[in-house]
């Protein structure tokens, strides 16, 4: 049986913060993709041959378009919008900006805790 593990797509304008997802994820064996542009992303998401990733690791503030303009534009976009998770430095900023998230941590992360919410968030999904 061939089984294709879930899609993480991870925005955030820090390369290093994209590495160190990547490296996290890939090590749970999830398969990644990182982006440090949200417009881009959305675009992405958006094409018919686009990717189609079973949950959104987004950075709340980007340069550029930030975190909740794209978590707004992706789900009107999408009937069926996937879970986000949220990153940033200030969690309540978060909630105020995408109370409807999956996930909301802070920046750093605890690598145990954002390990345990993509695992609720891509169970909820798959049920």
């Known amino acids: ?10 925005i955030d304008d820090d390369p290093g913060m994209c ?12 398969a990644v993709l990182t982006t440090q542009d949200a417009a881009g992303a959305l675009s992405s998401l958006s094409a ?10 987004l950075d709340l503030h980007m340069p550029g378009m930030d ?7 992706y789900q009107a976009r999408h009937r069926e919008p996937v879970p986000l998770v949220v990153l940033s ?7 105020d900006a995408l109370p409807w998230a999956a996930g909301r941590l802070g920046k750093p992360f605890d690598v145990d805790r954002i390990l345990d919410v993509v695992r609720r968030c891509l169970d909820a999904e798959a049920r």
């Not at 089984?3 to 991870?10: A, S």
């Not at 590495?19 to 999830?30: H, I, K, Q, S, T």
């Not at 018919?48 to 690791?57: F, H, M, Q, S, T």
């Open 48 to 57: 018919e041959d686009g990717p189609r990733p079973a949950l959104i690791v």
């Open 89 to 95: 430095a200030d969690v309540d900023a978060a909630g």
């Open 19 to 30: 590495r160190v997802a990547r490296a996290l994820f890939e090590a749970e064996g999830y």
């Open 67 to 73: 975190g909740a303009t794209f978590a707004r534009e």
């Open 1 to 10: 049986m061939n089984h294709t593990p879930p899609l993480i797509l991870v």
